[in-house]
């Protein structure tokens, strides 16, 4: 997901899926993907939209929180925990899509 002069826009393999003006539906385009949706469907409402973004992003942001505090405590080499970050983050959404 990114922005250009453009607008906002949904890149999978190097396939443009979305590009549109708006960054809350580019956002759950995004999200629902990653999550392991083959087809999303937007709502037609703005603001269902712009809360279910909003959630989905605080629920993330704590998620990760979350990681990167178990991860400090229990892993004492700094290279290391940045693999472990990674490993546990692909694993998260590996488990969303299943």
Do not use: H
């Amino acid at each position: 997901m990114g922005s250009d002069l453009d607008g906002f826009y949904v890149r999978v393999g190097g396939k443009e899926l979305y590009r549109g003006w708006d960054q809350f539906t580019a956002e759950y385009i995004y999200y629902s993907i990653l999550c392991g949706k083959a087809l999303v469907r937007v709502p037609a409402d703005e603001k269902l939209t712009i809360e279910a973004v909003s959630s989905f992003k605080k629920d993330l942001n704590r998620l990760r929180d979350e990681i990167n505090r178990m991860v400090e405590i229990t892993v004492p080499d700094a290279k290391i925990r940045e693999e472990v970050r990674r490993i546990a983050s692909r694993k998260v959404f590996d488990r969303l899509r299943g």
